[in-house]
T-cell receptor
């Protein structure tokens, strides 16, 4: 089974500053999808950003961008101009596009982000 | 358009009791999933369904059963609850278009088994 590792259990950032959350994964596949989900105290899982492995261009969504390094199997999330509402648990997730694991999401353990005013 | 809804939001059970968690989606999605989330862990897949009438085991299926009698509903059953099943349960649904798929999550159900 694929494994997803988030090595930072906790991170903190000052409001308006930039923070980067790390994620690495292990897979033998060449085609796959990667996601970052945000889970605020409400517990709702909210999709932040997605990346297709076949795309070399890094995905961006407003203040959120990723640094996808396929050879290194690294998928970090950068949050620019951090806001108080960004405080949440962030999960990195992997999805295989085929085979017996079709459609399944494999999650990391999460990084708790605190934003200081 | 309510998205993905889960019933109930919170429940307390005694060991050995049974219950069913209901997940409903109004987006006409083919795929539905049940996950559990434990402290310090990411979500782990319990069971999933790729269409009405079909289900399959995920990563941690023991102690759970599921049914997908209607496309919009995915039920998770605990026949004999155990304290180890204390967790937060998330349902998700998704569709695939042009090779892309994104899972949409419900708000979660907190279950405490005493």
């Amino acid at each position: 089974a694929q494994t997803v590792t988030q090595s930072q259990p906790e991170m903190s950032v000052q409001e308006a500053e930039t923070v980067t959350l790390s994620c690495t994964y292990d897979t033998s596949e060449s085609d796959y999808y990667l996601f970052w989900y945000k889970q605020p105290p409400s517990r709702q899982m909210i999709l932040v950003i997605r990346q297709e492995a076949y795309k070399q261009q890094n995905a961006t969504e407003n203040r959120f961008s990723v640094n996808f390094q396929k050879a290194a199997k690294s998928f970090s999330l950068k949050i620019s101009d951090s806001q108080l509402g960004d405080a949440a648990m962030y999960f990195c997730a992997y999805r295989s596009p085929r085979g017996s694991t079709l459609g399944r999401l494999y999650f990391g353990r999460g990084t708790q982000l605190t934003v200081w005013p | 358009n309510a998205g993905v809804t889960q019933t109930p939001k919170f429940r307390v059970l005694k060991t050995g009791q049974s219950m069913t968690l209901l997940c409903a989606q109004d987006m006409n999605h083919e795929y539905m999933y049940w996950y559990r989330q434990d402290p310090g862990m990411g979500l782990r897949l319990i069971h999933y369904s790729v269409g009405e009438g079909t289900t399959a085991k995920g990563e941690v299926p023991d102690g759970y059963n599921v049914s997908r009698l209607k496309k919009q509903n995915f039920l998770l059953g605990l026949e004999s609850a155990a304290p180890s099943q204390t967790s937060v349960y998330f349902c998700a649904s998704s569709y695939r278009s042009e090779g892309k798929e994104t899972q949409y999550f419900g708000p979660g159900t907190r279950l405490l088994v005493l």
